[in-house]
């Protein structure tokens, strides 16, 4: 099943083919928006692939270690998506991440820099006290994992019931453009929760209103242990954004710079008034659903497929077109070999030192963090100043 | 015709729900509408009838047919500034956006330890006794009174529906509004509205009827019965106090715990079915809170637990009726 998913996007040297043009009636305004990107930038996008890469490796090794409880949600083999999409927003646009997203809620915004005062992102060290349930949290803690957010930073918070936050982003940006503003939103969102109906609600309500709601499908093969074909009857995505009168594009998941083209046309499309945009990016889930399916996920699944689906990865794709591009030398493209190594096998050398020092940074703030205290427990439930 | 006389004029509960929506929309520039066929039709019933054509599309949306994406988008509006007013065309169809309700809108402010508060008010016609069948004669405010974080409300005098409906728009709360639309048209309960600022708080009964020997406690259609069934009573020697609740999410204890000190025997009437409904919530609170007030146990009376079948001897047969409450308050009165 799975090489033919792959087939249609991929040449098999592992460099994204030009796809089809995108359904619907729309004109795609730039081929290759990452033509535009200079070097530096690129090699930004291959740093960040470290950093979202190295928060996962950190985390199971903390997990390992017994210093971290709690189920993680891995998004091995998937960074390219969560670097190259958040690299095609300014600032002021909205994100809508869930759980395979973690890294989403401290890279969002990260372009111009990672410490940059006033960063329209959650901070690591928030982040890291989410991960480990403490009072630091955005949300101190009062609902795991991915379930956080921000207002302020323009990040919509998650729940379980995925698909869910496809209405809300669409509402979030109904009310940007009513205030003037001309933000977009990007929603992630597995290919498992396109079968609910609010996926399809949501895209509807979106098109019918042409808002600037960029729909991505991380088609990572398995909604839990669950496989594509026992989940959809489509070859791709991008046929069903025919179903709602908007364009839909494929973009190989393992190459941040098409990730990057793909979700940077529906920005400028959705940018321009034209509407919502479906983009699939066809990737594969490197381990179980959460850590707690790692062991049954060896079983379900075969392993010449987890193989194979995890024989492209996104920073092994990066240095190969940056290498190609002359971005980077022969000599950088052979240093910090993290790619094709689980948690298990990689090392913190295997990663830049700014990578591991920010990391770290962040873990060590969520250890010495306190926990909420018990009676935040029946804390805002409503509102009580309201006015 | 003297201006007097003119704002005199004794106005129906549909026109009550009118005024307070275009008084918001007046004064709050950042309120919405949105629903299914409210701005070009004006509504299913007509209460948002002329508000597209006064405030525009933009603030009042006609959206595809899909309640989960009407109460999914007023959230992401409320998060991004907006208060929103949901129609739900009928409140039966309540359920087809259930999960956005309570999963996503309930409970926003929780999960955000109070970084977010909702304006958004899910109202729409509710219950039964006029033929609607299955699908348009629900009660269902006991499924959201259960999901913390939402307020319930269900006013049953024009001046309450509009005084309670401005309250709920400025509330930074999520309310779900209960409408009786056998009342809206209803011209023997229309009633002069209160001039100005009209608002009612939340948390706060009425009592419809004073009396000494026994509590009736209500809301909605069903104070209507509870006002017929005192008259009978009365003839009977039995004098009832019927306390319309008006708000079920808070819920005014106190004024049903000062009646009781009175009465000392509770009947508590909804329209909804029995098992879990909001009658046996007030039984059990007060069964809490005043135990020692009462002379007998406290009787509820409700829909039998069934749907509401269409034909009208199988729709009154199972929707609760004065002479039940009658007969109710004659078993604790004689206990």
Request: glycine share 10%; aromatic share 8%; net charge negative.
């Amino acid at each position: 099943m799975i090489t033919m998913a792959w087939s249609f996007v991929v040449t098999p040297n592992g460099a994204a083919t030009d796809n089809p043009a995108p359904s619907g009636s729309t004109q795609v305004l730039s081929p290759r928006p990452s033509e535009r990107l200079t070097s530096e930038e690129k090699r930004e996008m291959l740093r960040q692939l470290y950093l979202a890469r190295y928060f996962d490796v950190r985390l199971i090794k903390e997990k390992k270690k017994g210093r971290l409880t709690g189920t993680l949600y891995s998004s091995h083999n998937q960074e390219a998506i969560i670097v190259g999409s958040l690299f095609a927003l300014e600032p002021t646009d909205w994100i809508s991440p869930i759980h395979r997203d973690m890294p989403a809620f401290f890279m969002k915004d990260m372009r111009g820099g990672w410490d940059r005062p006033g960063r329209m992102s959650m901070s690591v060290e928030e982040v890291c006290c989410q991960v480990w349930g403490k009072v630091g949290s955005p949300g101190r803690a009062r609902d795991n994992w991915s379930h956080i957010g921000s207002r302020e930073k323009r990040i919509i918070h998650s729940t379980s019931m995925l698909a869910g936050t496809i209405p809300v982003a669409a509402g979030v940006v109904y009310a940007d453009r009513l205030n003037g503003g001309n933000a977009v939103v990007l929603t992630y969102n597995g290919e498992g929760s396109t079968a609910q109906g609010i996926f399809h609600e949501a895209v509807n309500f979106a098109a019918v209103h042409k808002l600037p709601v960029i729909t991505i499908i991380e088609n990572n093969q398995w909604a839990y242990g669950t496989p594509t074909e026992l989940e959809y009857s489509l070859p791709d995505f991008a046929r069903r954004a025919d179903g709602y009168g908007i364009p839909g594009l494929v973009a190989d998941g393992q190459d941040v710079l098409d990730v990057y083209d793909k979700v940077m046309q529906a920005v400028e499309h959705a940018r321009a008034g034209h509407g919502p945009s479906i983009v699939e990016c066809k990737t594969f889930r490197a381990y179980g659903h959460g850590d707690h399916d790692d062991d049954r996920a060896a079983k379900y699944r075969p392993r010449d497929e987890v193989e194979e689906g995890r024989s492209r990865d996104p920073i092994a794709v990066a240095k190969r077109r940056l290498r190609e591009q002359g971005v980077i030398s022969a000599e950088e493209a052979e240093q910090f070999m993290a790619e094709g190594k689980g948690a298990g096998e990689a090392k913190d050398a295997d990663f830049p030192p700014e990578v591991v020092a920010y990391l770290k940074r962040g873990v060590d703030y969520a250890i010495k963090s306190g926990l909420p205290p018990a009676e935040e427990g029946s804390m805002w439930v409503f509102r009580e100043d309201h006015s | 015709m003297s201006v007097v006389a003119a704002t005199a004029i004794k106005k129906n509960f549909l026109t009550a729900l009118k005024e307070a929506l275009i008084e918001e929309m007046e004064r709050n520039p950042d309120m919405l509408c949105i629903g299914e066929d409210i701005g070009i039709l004006g509504g299913a019933f007509g209460v948002t009838e002329g508000l597209q054509e006064r405030f525009g599309t933009q603030r009042v949306i006609d959206a595809p047919i899909s309640e989960a994406a009407i109460v999914g988008s007023a959230v992401g509006m409320s998060l991004n500034g907006k208060t929103v007013m949901v129609e739900m065309q009928f409140i039966d169809f309540i359920s087809c956006g259930f999960d956005q309700i309570v999963n996503m809108l309930a409970t926003y402010h929780y999960r955000t330890a109070g970084e977010v508060d909702m304006g958004v008010v899910i109202r729409g016609p509710a219950g039964g006794y006029g033929g609607g069948a299955l699908y348009h004669s629900q009660m269902n405010e006991a499924w959201f009174a259960h999901s913390p974080g939402l307020k319930v409300v269900c006013p049953s005098t024009p001046s309450d529906a509009k005084g309670l409906m401005k309250t709920a728009l400025r509330d930074r709360n999520p309310v779900l509004f209960y409408e009786v639309k056998q009342l809206y048209r209803d011209t023997t309960i229309a009633e002069v509205l209160p001039e100005g600022e009209h608002l009612v708080p939340f948390g706060q009964a009425a009592i419809r009827r004073a009396g000494e020997d026994v509590t009736l406690v209500t809301y909605g259609q069903n104070v209507y019965h509870c006002l017929k069934a005192a008259d009978v009573l009365a003839d009977q020697g039995v004098h009832a106090e019927v306390i319309d609740l008006r708000t079920l999410v808070p819920l005014d204890e106190a004024t049903i715990l000062e009646s009781l000190a009175k009465t000392h025997r509770l009947v508590v009437v909804n329209e909804a079915p029995m098992t879990c409904g909001f009658a046996g919530e007030v039984v059990a609170r007060i069964s809490d809170r005043g135990f020692e007030l009462l002379d007998a146990p406290p009787v509820r009376v409700t829909r039998k637990d069934t749907p509401v079948p269409w034909a009208k001897p199988l729709e009154l047969h199972v929707l609760p009726s004065v002479e039940q409450i009658v007969a109710a308050c004659h078993r604790v009165v004689r206990f």
